[in-house]
Antibody, heavy 125, light 107 residues
Framework: QVQLQESGPGLVEPSQTLSLTCTVS??????????WSWIRQHPGTGLEWLGY???????YYNPSLESRVSISIATSKNQFSLKLSAVTAADTAVYYC?????????????????WGLGTLVTVSS | EIVMTQSPATLSVSPGESASLSCRAS??????SAWYQQKPGQAPRLLIY???TRATGIPARFSGSGSGTDFTLTISSLQSEDFAVYYC?????????FGQGTKLEIK
């Protein structure tokens, strides 16, 4: 069974870049049919999908953050990463990495079946 | 983007009873909807996808129905471990979006 684990700084200063990595174990990030996503949850509120990457490097970002977000992949390390630039306090959230299942043609059709535990990132000076 | 609206915000039900949670999409998402359960301090867990297909290992007391813009998650014979927050999600259109959640609490 695939497992995902987020890692990265828990505190980022305003205007800096938030950087997180998700390490995938129990399966290959190169497997077809899966898109690798980042999702965040502001304290006490709902879920916001940030974007995904396919093992080929193809990406799609949420338009609400597109100017600030970047997702990359390191297939040799079975990892994918998130960068969010020019952060403010509004970017304080728990960040999850997740796997979209049954994906093709830009869409995933079986929801997010595997999630990391999540990591809290606080933006503060 | 498609807005998913869940109701009610909080639902109080006694153990052993059934609960029905609603989700409405701002435009049709066909059958491309999912439900997740989240407990405090945990990541969301996929319960239902394709509107009505239970994910691996999900008990049969969880069922999903609907199509187009209106979806329902029904939990029959509520167990103590079912009291949590539930989110619906659409994956018909990017960006994928979630509802704001329904908190299912013990009455």
């Amino acid at each position: 069974q695939v497992q995902l684990q987020e890692s990265g700084p828990g505190l980022v200063e305003p205007s800096q870049t938030l950087s997180l990595t998700c390490t995938v174990s129990g399966g290959s990030i190169r497997s077809s049919g899966y898109y690798w996503s980042w999702i965040r949850q502001h304290p006490g509120t709902g879920l916001e999908w940030l974007g995904y990457i396919y093992y080929t490097g193809s990406t799609y970002y949420n338009p609400s953050l597109e100017s600030r977000v970047s997702i990359s992949i390191a297939t040799s390390k079975n990892q994918f990463s998130l960068k969010l630039s020019a952060v403010t306090a509004a970017d304080t959230a728990v960040y999850y990495c997740a796997r979209g299942d049954n994906c093709s043609g830009g869409g995933c059709y079986s929801g997010f079946g595997s999630w990391g535990l999540g990591t809290l990132v606080t933006v503060s000076s | 983007e498609i807005v998913m609206t869940q109701s009610p915000a909080t639902l109080s039900v006694s153990p052993g009873e059934s609960a029905s949670l609603s989700c409405r999409a701002s435009q049709s998402v066909s059958s491309n909807s999912a439900w997740y359960q989240q407990k405090p301090g945990q990541a969301p867990r996929l319960l239902i996808y394709g509107t009505s297909t239970r994910a691996t290992g999900i008990p049969a007391r969880f069922s999903g129905s609907g199509s187009g813009t209106d979806f329902t998650l029904t939990i029959s014979s509520l167990q103590s471990e079912d009291f949590a927050v539930y989110y619906c999600q659409q994956y018909n259109n990017r960006p994928y979006t979630f509802g704001q959640g329904t908190k299912l609490e013990i009455k």
